[in-house]
């Protein structure tokens, strides 16, 4: 596929698109899970979304393109290179958006021997998998909930971790794999492992959008993209690029955003209320808010930013109750207007 | 092959009368699926393997220029053959890696051919799915990481005979024809269609020719339609109950596809009616409403008296395909004369509703539409992978330890990119008298092993809650125990799993927890004493909680409750009946919100309405029962629970 339909011609889904950018900010946020109905652009708005990343600096020739500066860990190479001091050389490269399409296979997820030149000189070396080509990006499953069980642990594992190991017959690698995790999937597919849902600091529910105007729309523009996707993508392209220096705007200004003890408070109320297991659940709230408002160029999180992101960094963090037929977005929301005075 | 032989012998021409004639939606599907096999997505064909569905494939091979791909895929293909991988024999061979490549990378410019596909794993389909929407192969297996174009169409195959048996909601949303190829009876004609078909030779199929496809791929990057079109499309969408997106989408493609076919640029308010009528009509999920219209009165009329439920049986002539108003409207040759667009709205969703399946409407009208049901039911979650029996599903690492089997392909192809390093190292570490050339062919080492797994639909527990309280148990306790047992042999005949919960006096106990045990479960059973209040809210919370452990282990549970729906101790145990309905009502609700499947069996000995109205809060069938032994209750409950998955799902 050539062509990617622009980010901001997506139409309407205002949640998903927020928590992609506020993961785009703050990667420290979580992955992004987005979970709905078939057919509402999931797995169109995170594939558009590569296009609106701004570039980042990391090392020539490393193969996990590490980071030459800062403290984030690097590979053994890098590490080794800091060491000594010696200078190492930088290139500006686009942010990884790594797709991990259904039917991959385990030493492709986490690397494995370099077959080609295994087979033809004898040489044992390490062929990086789909882990390190994503590191300090994204990564992203559609379908989630149909990755097989075993990848899953895996990716669990290296998630938590923020670091691969390889070891096999003497191949030991280890190396940096920190990205965000994007899934999206059909719950009517299946639902997913709770340990695997906890790991994405966002959760999204998309839903078709049911009025006849906007529906209209996503197929009109749908069908434009389609016929002419140069044109289209020109159109859009002022949109395209106001999203991305908001990205670029939001990710400089993150570290000034300070959080004050007021907002902390309000995210611990707001979790008791709704009972969320774990600290998880506020960290997450916390650092959506302040990417949130770093985002929209505020200098501090407030409750405005709280109760935007609550639902997506809550709603799969509730204890299901029975008692209450209402879906978790609804209770968020409801808890949200209680403590907050609507 | 010549079946338009001209020399046809008598009983040969019996036989073609008796053959169903492809209609001429089915004709329309296949024209207007050549003419764009990416655009369109595919199409569902329904129907068993026959000479109608032979026939509509044949027309479509015929349809499409020579030498375009179809490409089978067999119902358990494995990853390696759909999507491609290591050819580990050419890649020892050749002593680098060389690839092949999968089916969907072979049918570029094709067809892709699904087999059997409402038996198609989700996995599959969502392979195929994802395939479709990237036009791609994104191969990352076996050490080869490659990307592949590739654009084809899909043919589903659907045998589908049973309810729940359907084709994979990822894929049907993305193939805008469904075609139904269920025998329909020429001399049982009287359609308008029919008719036409019998001008046609039943054989030849034709309508459009090879080279009028050409031409209209040719043309069809210039066809335009109006914003009206869309505008209607996607209304009419939302009055069929159409949820889903790439429906509206994939009808604006068939409407462009129908106006190249007819060699027109622009997409005129016939294409968008019969786009409507082959792609929207047999999604709806709700008839629309007309308002100021008698004609859907007529329709709805006539296909409430079959049974709502023979869908897939032929419907009656009459009522299945009334004169689609699009051709009323080309014969009677009326000048274009500039309809606004809720005239045109109005028509295209006419010839929608006029091309709702009758057998599909019947079912909509009845409020039970089990497609939908099957659908959101989802049968992902019945399977389970990763035990030792079933059909095997791939190999991951592992070891042959307790019972895993070792998968030798996989063993060697894991193995195989080491050759050369390990002789290698064999050769350096070999003691320096040892003797030359008693080494192995092929160097196994413990890292290489993988271990096959296996995939296999989970077991079903029936769960049966018996209500031993006193009013119960005077009459229907003896009765339940014997169902219970008959039903036990016969679960245990499915290798399916049987538990017993019973409730009286304060609460509820497990008796039975879930086994496979004859012997322990009639122990259990016959010590079931009875008598006491009815607790029926913790009866409800109790099975809620056990169904929902054993929905954890991957197992499916059925809930079978046996109750006169009367509960009169509330959920602390205290008695009262006021506060026992309302901690029923909560109870029931939270079943219902854990989706269970259930069948409410009514013992009492007059059927009451409580009891269906407790049915219809918990989500679960309903079966009164009043008078019935043992053998007359196991085979309801047999029965009916198969069935009873059904509308537990659709209150989701």
């Known amino acids: 596929m050539s062509e990617q339909f622009p980010f901001s011609a997506i139409v309407g889904q205002d949640e998903m698109k927020l928590a992609i950018l506020i993961a785009a900010v703050d990667p420290s946020v979580g992955g992004v899970l987005v979970f709905g109905d078939r057919g509402t652009g999931k797995s169109t708005a995170v594939r558009a979304l590569a296009a609106m990343l701004p570039k980042m600096r990391a090392v020539i020739g490393c193969r996990y393109h590490c980071d030459p500066q800062g403290s984030a860990p690097v590979c053994e190479e890098c590490r080794a290179f ?25 030493d492709r997820v986490v690397g494995a021997l370099d077959l080609e030149r295994a087979l033809s000189q004898g040489v044992k070396a390490f062929e990086p998998g789909l882990l390190a080509r994503a590191n300090r990006g994204f990564l992203y499953i559609d379908e989630v909930n149909l990755l097989e069980d075993h990848l899953v642990d895996l990716l669990i594992d290296v998630a938590a971790s923020g670091e691969n ?11 940096p794999a920190r990205f965000v995790l994007v899934g999206s999937g059909n719950p009517e597919e299946g639902e997913l492992r709770p340990q695997l849902l906890d790991r994405f600091g966002l959760s ?133 207007a209680e403590l907050f005075g609507a | 092959m010549t079946p338009a032989a001209s020399t046809a012998t008598a009983q040969e021409l019996r036989w073609r009368c008796a053959q169903p004639a492809l209609s001429i939606a089915a004709r329309h599907a296949a024209a207007l699926f050549a003419v764009d096999p990416v655009g369109t997505g595919g199409a569902v064909i329904r129907g068993l393997p026959g000479p109608s569905r032979d026939g509509w494939l044949r027309h479509l091979a015929q349809l499409l220029p020579e030498g375009t791909p179809m490409r089978r895929v067999p119902l358990h293909i494995n990853d390696e053959r759909l999507l491609g991988g290591l050819d580990l024999a050419a890649t020892l061979q050749a002593g680098r890696p060389v690839a092949q490549q999968g089916v969907l990378t072979l049918a570029d410019g094709g067809i892709v051919l699904l087999a059997m596909a409402e038996r198609l794993p989700p996995s ?40 729940d048996e359907h084709v994979a909601p990822a894929l049907l949303d993305r193939l805008a024809f469904s075609v139904d190829l269920h025998p329909v009876l020429v001399d049982a004609a009287g359609g308008p269609e ?101 004609e859907p009165n007529d329709d709805t009329d006539q296909p409430q008296s079959p049974e709502p439920e023979a869908q897939s049986e032929p419907p009656p002539e ?34 929608a509703r006029a091309a709702i399946p009758a057998g599909l409407l019947a079912a909509l009208m009845s409020g039970c539409d089990r497609r939908a049901s099957a659908q959101v039911s989802g049968r992902a979650g019945a399977v389970q992978q990763g035990r030792k029996r079933g059909r095997p599903s791939g190999a991951r690492r592992g070891e042959p330890r307790s019972g895993a089997r070792l998968n030798v392909i996989e063993t060697l192809r894991a193995a195989a990119p080491w050759q ?58 003896a009765e339940a125990k014997g169902a219970v047992e008959l039903l036990l042999a016969d679960c245990y005949v499915r290798r399916d799993q049987v538990a017993v919960l019973a409730f009286r006096g304060r609460g509820a106990e497990l008796l039975l927890p879930p086994t496979r045990s004859l012997v322990r479960a009639k122990r259990s059973l016959a010590g079931l004493p009875g008598g006491g209040g009815t607790p029926l809210a913790s009866g409800i919370d109790a099975a809620a909680a056990l169904a929902a452990s054993i929905k954890r282990r991957g197992e499916t549970p059925i809930v079978v409750l046996l109750t006169d729906g009367r509960g009169n101790i509330a959920r602390d145990g205290s008695p009262g009946r006021v506060r026992a309905a309302e901690d029923v009502l909560l109870a029931a609700r939270q079943f219902r919100e854990a989706g269970l499947r259930a069948l409410l069996i009514d013992t009492s ?36 629970a198969r069935a009873a998955s059904g509308p537990t799902a659709v209150a989701r």
Not at chain 2, 249 to 261: E, G, I, K, N, T
Not at chain 2, 618 to 636: K, T
Request: overall charge negative.
């Open chain 2, 318 to 351: 009459d009522t299945s395909e009334p004169p689609p108003p699009d051709d009323q409207d080309e014969s009677a040759d009326e000048p274009e004369a500039e309809p606004s667009v809720a005239d045109l709205e109005d028509r295209v969703l006419d010839a």
């Open chain 2, 124 to 163: 599959t389909a969502a392979r195929v799915a994802a395939v479709l929407d990237t036009q791609e192969v994104a191969l990352e297996r076996d050490g080869l990481a490659t990307r592949h174009a590739t654009r084809f169409g899909v043919v589903a195959l659907d045998e589908g005979l049973a309810d």
């Open chain 1, 204 to 336: 999204v529910e998309v839903k078709t959008p049911t009025d006849l105007a906007s529906r209209v729309e996503v197929v009109r523009r749908r069908d434009q993209f389609e016929r002419d996707p140069d044109g289209f993508t020109e159109k859009w392209k002022k949109d395209d690029e106001r999203v991305r220096r908001s990205i670029v705007k939001g990710k400089a200004h993150l570290a000034d955003v300070t959080v004050p003890d007021a907002a902390l408070e309000r995210a611990a109320q707001l979790c008791m209320a709704l009972g969320t297991d774990g600290l998880r659940g506020e960290l997450t709230l916390i650092r959506a808010a302040r990417s949130l408002a770093a985002l929209q160029g505020a200098k501090s999180v407030g409750d405005e930013h709280l109760k935007r992101v609550a639902p997506p960094a809550l709603r799969h963090r509730l204890r299901r109750n029975p008692l209450d037929d209402a879906g978790s977005g609804v209770r968020v929301d409801r808890a949200v």
């Open chain 2, 605 to 640: 000995p007059q059927p009451q309405p409580s009891s269906r109205q407790l049915a219809d809060q918990m989500g679960a069938s309903y079966l009164p029962l009043p008078h019935a032994g043992s053998a007359a209750l196991s085979q309801a409950v047999s029965l009916a």
């Open chain 1, 165 to 175: 190991v390889v070891e096999r017959e003497g191949l030991s690698v280890r190396h």
């Open chain 1, 82 to 106: 800091k060491l000594a001091g010696t200078p190492v050389k930088s290139h500006l490269i686009p942010v990884p958006v790594v797709d991990l399409p259904l039917g991959a296979t385990e």
């Open chain 2, 420 to 477: 050369k390093i390990r002789h290698a190292e064999a050769e350096r570490l070999r003691p320096i008298h040892a003797k030359p050339g008693a080494r192995a062919l092929v160097q196994v080492r413990r890292d290489d092993f993988h271990v096959t797994r296996y995939k296999q639909r989970s077991a079903t527990t029936t769960l049966f809650v018996v209500d031993a309280s006193g009013s119960s148990a005077l009459n229907r306790l």
């Open chain 2, 194 to 294: 029919d008719d036409l078909a019998l001008e046609d030779d039943l054989f030849s199929l034709a309508g459009w020719s090879a080279a009028d496809i050409a031409s209209a791929r040719a043309l069809l990057p210039q066809v335009e339609a109006a914003a009206e079109t869309v505008q209607a499309l996607v209304s009419t969408a939302v009055a069929l109950g159409v949820v889903s997106l790439r429906a509206p989408l994939l009808a604006l493609r068939v409407a462009r596809a129908s106006a190249a076919l007819d060699g027109r640029l622009r997409v005129s308010d016939d294409d968008a009616a019969l786009a409507a009528a082959l792609v929207l009509a047999p999604r709806a999920t709700q008839v629309p409403t007309a308002p100021s219209e008698p």
